[in-house]
């Protein structure tokens, strides 16, 4: 994973999100599940200096359910202290995230917020998602032959580009990833219109 | 009250003459000769005063802190301690509240002085009862009064004696009608303290030799507060940085204090002798001589009184450097928690969240004095700290214990289940649930009222920084800026019923 995250970075990606565990994900068997946690803590351990040195502003997405274990929930707040000051890439790690859920809250902050139904846009919706800075999706990588959105970033990925790759999470490689990179760039993206716009450009 | 051992009240005025006919070196040559007491007042406070001189000296903090222990093998102050004090718990509230008031005391303003002192009376005046052998204690006491100012004096003289720097007789002379005049401006008749110096040597001795005792507060503070003394604020939130800092200082202090105790006391209470203490000790008292060096506001005690009280996403003068500083530091903790092995596999997932903040709301708020049980000077010292932070006169001091004595009325009824006239952690995590009841909202009624100085029914910004040392946050005012009672007593209620963090409260009563 972790050199995955090197070649974004030298390729030059801003906004890598990472889709770690969802929401649903709760149903699995309870061994599977203490396993994934021990696993992601071993992870957020060993490469934490490494992300700080590089630059790199870690977020996590979600994260908020109280089954996930103190001690993990620890760890993840220790790294965003770490590195929130950074301002290399931002690495999104979709933790406990679920797409519909995120704008459910956006619903509920609207309505918190006293928006009359007849200001509520595009924009100011978007704005009141969690983690709004976060722009839209270019690319989603979704490996394991799976072809599915399996409920990831909702609304972020409107107008994403996307690759099914076959090749398993697990022996997913920096060089796959340059290729999924590289089968974006040759694609002619138009956002519902004629003109093509350079990959990566803002098109609100 | 079967044993209440008259020895203890008998008085140790000047004519009482202990079995000591040849004093400590430290004593002086008999020369009594000079009378104190007629000197007037304003020589003896104030800036040119001799205490003034020591109160920005870094040596202080040790004699303080020995001072502090010496007072606490009085067995009627061990008691009052051990019962009421919330030092273990608030060691750094203490500590500041002390040094404010000392600076009162020692203060060129005479009405600060006097009010000073009758605020100190006030709070002493409720400090009385009795102690687990049920023998009485009373901290207006004059006696034990006098053995808090003779602990002092002893220390401030011992300090600079035990840094290679003795003082001459006229200072230490001086230095003691200083300390003399600080008692009389508490009120205590004179008599207490020996007249002479020459006498006072004697004093000390005898109440070294024969009333002090190894007592359950003076080993709380050797090898209890020390060891695990709580973050102040301006660390909370980092603990490894704190706990890395106080494995290495915590015993040194404890060492060096038990050192510079008088060897008689020492032998009697049995008290460990570390090899090398003393040099240590003596090496501590001569490198804080030595930081005298340092730029004079690094070490004036007023920096470092309102640094301890800084919190820190408070406001004010440096809170801006303050707050990078600490966001340094907060991620130096975060890179030590993360690179530092797991300690053992304990995956608690947070299941019982309820109970268990219940409990952390136990320890942190309610429990103020650390004794793991809720009690009457648990309460009191809330309530205490509420009267120090707004300075509050009479009869507002007394509306506002009033209102904490019945809270605690309530609490007790509603949950001390097992009868033992104290609410357990247990008891509490039980309970905790339902537990607005009207005597608290009646507190958090009183504590509008008296918050509110000028008594126009709102906050205004400034009487919200005399209680919270801080600015209005951004949640508490309604669109005039003003905080209204009625969200006073919500943000009240539901901080000490609902135990909701709170960027207010929290540092008000949880912070060490």
């Excluded at chain 1, 995230?97 to 007849?118: K, P």
Aim: glycine share 6%.
């Amino acid at each position: 994973m972790i050199d995955v995250i090197e070649a974004a970075r030298s390729a030059g990606v801003e906004w890598l999100s990472l889709y770690a565990f969802s929401t649903e994900n709760w149903r699995r068997p309870g061994e599977e599940i203490d396993f994934l946690m021990r696993l992601v803590s071993r992870v957020v351990r060993k490469h934490a200096p490494l992300l700080y040195a590089r630059g790199i502003r870690c977020r996590f997405l979600g994260a908020e359910d109280p089954r996930i274990p103190v001690r993990l929930a620890q760890e993840f707040t220790d790294l965003m202290t770490l590195t929130e000051s950074n301002r290399g890439m931002t690495l999104t790690v979709a933790f406990d995230h679920g797409g519909r859920q995120d704008i459910v809250s956006a619903a509920r902050s609207l309505i918190r917020a006293g928006v009359s139904a007849d200001a509520v846009d595009q924009a100011r919706f978007a704005a009141h998602l969690p983690v709004p800075d976060t722009p839209d999706v270019d690319l989603v990588i979704r490996t394991s032959g799976e072809q599915r959105i399996s409920n990831f970033m909702l609304w972020q990925v409107a107008y994403a580009e996307w690759i099914f790759p076959s090749v398993l999470w697990p022996d997913f490689r920096a060089s796959h990833f340059l290729e999924c990179l590289h089968d974006y760039r040759s694609r002619d993206r138009r956002f519902g219109g004629v003109t093509p716009q350079a990959n990566g450009e803002p098109h609100r | 009250m079967k044993d209440t051992d008259s020895s203890r009240f008998t008085r140790t005025g000047p004519d009482a003459t202990g079995p000591y006919d040849d004093p400590e070196p430290t004593g002086p040559p008999g020369d009594p000769g000079r009378e104190a007491s007629g000197t007037p007042t304003e020589f003896l406070f104030g800036p040119g005063s001799q205490f003034h001189r020591f109160f920005n000296d870094p040596r202080w903090a040790l004699a303080v802190v020995r001072a502090t222990v010496l007072e606490a093998a009085h067995p009627q102050i061990g008691a009052a301690l051990a019962d009421n004090s919330s030092f273990v718990v608030h060691p750094w509230r203490r500590l500041s509240n002390t040094l404010v008031s000392l600076q009162r005391m020692f203060g060129a303003d005479e009405h600060t002085r006097q009010r000073e002192a009758a605020r100190l009376n006030r709070l002493h005046t409720r400090l009385s009862g009795t102690d687990a052998r049920n023998r009485p204690y009373d901290a207006m006491d004059p006696e034990v009064r006098a053995w808090v100012v003779a602990t002092l004096f002893e220390s401030s003289v011992t300090m600079c004696r035990l840094s290679g720097q003795p003082l001459d007789q006229i200072t230490m002379e001086r230095l003691y009608a200083e300390f003399q005049a600080f008692l009389a401006a508490l009120g205590d008749e004179a008599g207490h303290l020996p007249p002479t110096l020459h006498e006072f040597w004697k004093y000390y001795d005898r109440m070294v030799a024969e009333e002090l005792q190894n007592t359950e507060a003076l080993r709380i503070i050797l090898f209890k507060l020390f060891e695990h003394l709580p973050a102040p604020p301006l660390f909370a939130g980092l603990p490894t940085v704190w706990a890395t800092g106080r494995a290495l200082a915590g015993p040194v202090i404890g060492t060096i204090t038990v050192a510079s105790l008088p060897e008689v006391f020492r032998r009697r209470a049995g008290l460990p002798e570390v090899p090398g203490a003393q040099t240590l000790m003596q090496g501590a008292y001569v490198t804080a001589r030595l930081a005298r060096a340092l730029p004079d506001n690094w070490i004036r005690t007023e920096n470092f009184v309102s640094l301890l009280q800084l919190s820190p996403d408070g406001d004010g003068p440096c809170a801006e450097a303050l707050t990078t500083l600490r966001a340094r530091v907060k991620r130096a903790g975060a890179l030590i928690r993360l690179i530092t092995p797991v300690p053992a596999q304990q995956d608690g997932t947070g299941g019982t969240e309820n109970r268990r903040s219940a409990r952390v709301f136990f320890t942190e708020v309610l429990d103020q004095t650390g004794d793991g049980y809720l009690d009457w000077p648990d309460l009191a010292a809330m309530a205490r700290e509420l009267c120090s932070r707004l300075d509050l006169d009479e009869p507002e001091e007394t509306r506002l214990y009033d209102a904490f004595a019945a809270w605690w009325r309530e609490l007790q009824a509603a949950l001390d289940s097992d009868g033992d006239g104290r609410v357990s952690e247990e008891e509490y995590a039980a309970a905790a649930p339902s537990l607005a009841g009207p005597a608290l909202i009646r507190v958090a009624e009183v504590l509008f009222g008296v918050t509110d100085a000028d008594g126009d029914q709102f906050i205004d910004a400034e009487e919200y920084r005399v209680l919270f040392r801080r600015g209005f946050g951004r949640s508490v005012v309604d669109a005039e800026g003003r905080y209204s009672r009625s969200a006073f007593v919500r943000d009240f209620l539901s901080f000490m019923s609902g135990r909701q963090r709170s960027t207010s409260y929290d540092p008000l009563l949880a912070d060490a």
